[in-house]
C-alpha cells in the first residue's frame, strides 16, 4: 500500500482484517497527519543541532590539519639537520684522516681511537636512517651521538693550543653537535606535536559522527514532510474514488482480497527448496 508498512497502524492483525477498506485509508490519514505536526518541530531542532554542529566539525577540522601539517615540517626540519650532520662528519673524519697522516694532530689514545669515532658515529647514524624506531629510541640515539662528539670535543680542545690550523676541525665538531642538538629540538617538539594531533584527529571524528547523524536525521525528516501530502492526497483520491483499478495506473488494491474470497493464495506461493531443485533425488 502507497504510504508506508501496515506495520505503521496501531492495531493487531486481527483488528487489520477487520476494518473496511476506508478505515485503513483514513488510519493511514490520520497517522500522516500526526506526523506532519511533529515533524517541523524535529526539522528546527535538528537545523539548531547542525547550526552548532558545523562551525565546530569546520574548526577541529583546521585543528586536525594544522598540526598535522606542522608535524610533516617538523620531520623534514629534523630530517634535514640530521643529513647535514651526516654530511658533515664525513667530511670531518676524513678531515681526522688527513691531520693525524700529515703529524698535525697526534693518533688518540686507546679511549678514542679513530676506528672507535667514526664506527661509532656511523653505526647510530645507520640506525637512525634503517631503523623502525619509535620515538623514545630516536631520541636516545640522537642524545648518544651528541654524547659521543661532546667527549670528542673535548678532547680536541685540550690540544688545539699546539696547532692553531685545528681551528677548523674543532670548529666543524661544534658545528656538527650544535646539528644534532636542533635535530633534537625538532624531534622533541615532534613528538609533542604529534600526541596533541592525535588529539585533534580523534575530537574532528568525533564532531563529525554527529553531525552526521543530525544531517541524515534531517534529510529523513523533510524526505516524510516533502511526502505526506502526497500521500494524504492518495488515499483521500482511493476513499472518493474506490479501491478497484481506477485504470490511472494505481493499481488494484482489492485484486488480493478477492483472491482469497475466492480460495485462491492471495499471492504467489514460495517454492519450498524442494520445489527448487526439482524434488528429492533418488
Same mark, same amino acid.
Given at each position: 500500500m502507497k504510504g508506508g508498512p501496515v506495520d505503521d497502524l496501531p492495531m493487531d492483525v486481527s483488528t487489520l482484517i477487520a476494518m473496511t477498506p476506508e478505515?485503513?485509508?483514513? #488510519?493511514? +490519514? #490520520? /497517522?500522516?497527519? *500526526? =506526523?506532519? @505536526? &511533529? =515533524?517541523? *518541530?524535529? +526539522?528546527? *531542532?535538528?537545523?539548531?543541532? !547542525?547550526?552548532? =554542529?558545523?562551525? =565546530?566539525?569546520? *574548526? #577541529? &577540522?583546521? @585543528?586536525?590539519? #594544522?598540526?598535522t601539517n606542522n608535524v610533516k615540517n617538523l620531520k623534514v626540519e629534523r630530517d634535514n639537520f640530521q643529513r647535514e650532520s651526516k654530511e658533515l662528519r664525513i667530511h670531518l673524519i676524513n678531515l681526522r684522516e688527513k691531520l693525524i697522516a700529515e703529524k698535525r694532530l697526534k693518533n688518540p689514545n686507546p679511549g678514542w681511537a679513530k676506528d672507535k669515532l667514526a664506527s661509532k658515529l656511523a653505526e647510530l647514524d645507520e640506525k637512525l636512517e634503517t631503523s623502525a624506531l619509535d620515538i623514545n629510541s630516536e631520541r636516545k640515539l640522537l642524545r648518544e651521538m651528541k654524547e659521543l662528539t661532546r667527549s670528542h670535543e673535548e678532547w680536541v680542545a685540550n690540544r688545539i693550543e699546539s696547532d692553531p690550523d685545528l681551528k677548523e676541525y674543532q670548529e666543524g665538531w661544534k658545528k656538527y653537535r650544535e646539528l644534532l642538538d636542533s635535530a633534537n629540538d625538532a624531534h622533541e617538539k615532534l613528538t609533542e606535536l604529534a600526541s596533541i594531533s592525535s588529539e585533534f584527529h580523534t575530537k574532528f571524528e568525533e564532531n563529525r559522527d554527529v553531525q552526521k547523524i543530525a544531517q541524515g536525521q534531517l534529510n529523513r525528516s523533510k524526505a516524510l514532510q516533502q511526502s505526506a501530502d502526497e500521500i494524504?492526497?492518495?488515499?483521500?483520491? /482511493? +476513499?472518493?474514488?474506490?479501491?478497484?483499478? !481506477?485504470?490511472?495506473g494505481t493499481g488494484d488494491l482489492l485484486a488480493a482480497a478477492r483472491m482469497v474470497a475466492e480460495g485462491k493464495e492471495s499471492s504467489m506461493p514460495r517454492q519450498s527448496p524442494q520445489e527448487k531443485t526439482g524434488g528429492e533425488e533418488e
Open positions: 478505515e485503513v485509508a483514513q #488510519s493511514i +490519514i #490520520s /497517522r500522516r497527519r *500526526e =506526523l506532519v @505536526e &511533529l =515533524l517541523p *518541530e524535529i +526539522i528546527r *531542532e535538528r537545523r539548531k543541532e !547542525l547550526d552548532y =554542529l558545523n562551525p =565546530l566539525v569546520d *574548526e #577541529s &577540522l583546521k @585543528e586536525r590539519d #594544522s598540526a494524504i492526497g492518495y488515499w483521500n483520491h /482511493r +476513499i472518493e474514488k474506490g479501491f478497484d483499478d !481506477l485504470k490511472d
